[in-house]
């Protein structure tokens, strides 16, 4: 036999032993009610995107949709434990990505996101520069004070998206900051309202309210795209400024090893959704910018993600 022949033949075998190590798949998937891990505590974003999506979800799956709050240490707890779930399509997980990779670099952990099975994201939840409607103006005047002197910034937790974002952020700028962790984006919009830091990196949502009492000043939101809920705050490339940024997604996961007709069966369920003209009305209530992104366009972040927060892992953990 040669080199090209047994070279096929364990490409063979090792798809063979792949397909048959597989949990089977019931043609009447999903039989039964179907578990949705949420990685924080109830009343949070995350929290009430996922009940918000689930009656549609339930709609198109013909199962019920439980919802399960699994909180503790920023979600590793509930990331350790999905690892090792049983790839039966009955426990997905969501939480905003790539918050599980920023822990994977943070500290030790015993799992791995590039294992989970990703099956689709609904939302994305981009992060912006907030201030004291006294101090600033614009961003080129933030920028401007920034390098003449190190500012206080804000965080809602070491280890965070907002976290991650403000490091790339100002590495990209060329200027430095004093961070200062609070329990949560209330905390650090509550210090920045009071004068207390001299910003905050946050959701939009965070803010929105001081925002739009006049107290509050988005200046620049970190994003190749304007926020549709916030028109007329720019983006980084309107001023010059290539920065490339990791997308923070809200969507949800299967176990590892999870089959692709499961993993198609609820991609298209969690697919059409989003496209629900009642969950389209909740997310414009809510100010929740959409952007659907499929099974394989998920995967394809989680890997880029991989390299691009591991350049930031020291920084992380400081």
């Not at 620049?220 to 705050?233: A, E, G, K, N, T």
């Not at 490339?237 to 176990?255: H, S, T, W």
């Not at 997310?283 to 993600?305: H, P, Q």
Request: one cysteine or more; a positive charge.
């Amino acid at each position: 036999m040669g080199k090209k022949s047994r070279v096929i033949c364990i490409a063979i075998l090792a798809w063979t032993l792949a397909f048959y190590c597989m949990p089977a798949v019931s043609a009447d998937f999903p039989e039964k009610m179907i578990k949705l891990i949420v990685t924080a505590a109830a009343g949070g974003g995350e929290d009430t995107e996922a009940r918000a999506i689930a009656p549609f979800v339930e709609k198109h799956l013909g199962q019920k949709i439980i919802i399960e709050n699994q909180p503790g240490a920023g979600g590793k707890i509930a990331f350790t434990k999905f690892q090792k779930t049983e790839p039966d399509g009955y426990n997905l997980i969501t939480y905003t990505f790539p918050k599980s990779i920023i822990m994977e670099f943070s500290g030790k952990v015993d799992y791995k996101t590039s294992d989970f099975t990703p099956i689709f994201a609904w939302s994305r939840s981009d992060q912006c520069l907030v201030v004291h409607v006294d101090n600033w103006e614009n961003a080129n005047e933030f920028i401007k004070a920034a390098k003449a002197k190190t500012l206080s910034g804000g965080l809602s937790g070491r280890g965070s998206t907002s976290h991650l974002t403000g490091l790339i952020a100002l590495d990209k700028l060329g200027i430095k900051a004093n961070w200062v962790p609070y329990e949560g984006s209330a905390g650090s919009v509550s210090a920045v309202a009071g004068k207390h830091i001299d910003f905050t990196i946050t959701q939009p949502t965070s803010a929105g309210s001081l925002i739009q009492a006049g107290k509050l000043r988005a200046l620049l939101l970190f994003s190749d795209q304007r926020d549709p809920y916030m028109p007329d705050v720019p983006i980084p490339k309107e001023l010059g400024i290539n920065m490339d940024f990791i997308p923070a997604l809200r969507g949800v996961e299967a176990p590892p090893k999870t089959s692709p007709a499961i993993v198609k069966i609820l991609e298209e369920a969690f697919s059409k959704a989003a496209r629900e003209p009642g969950f389209i009305e909740i997310a414009k209530k809510r100010k929740i910018a959409l952007y659907s992104t499929d099974s394989r366009e998920f995967g394809k972040i989680i890997s880029k993600a991989y390299p691009r927060i591991g350049a930031f892992q020291q920084m992380l953990k400081e």
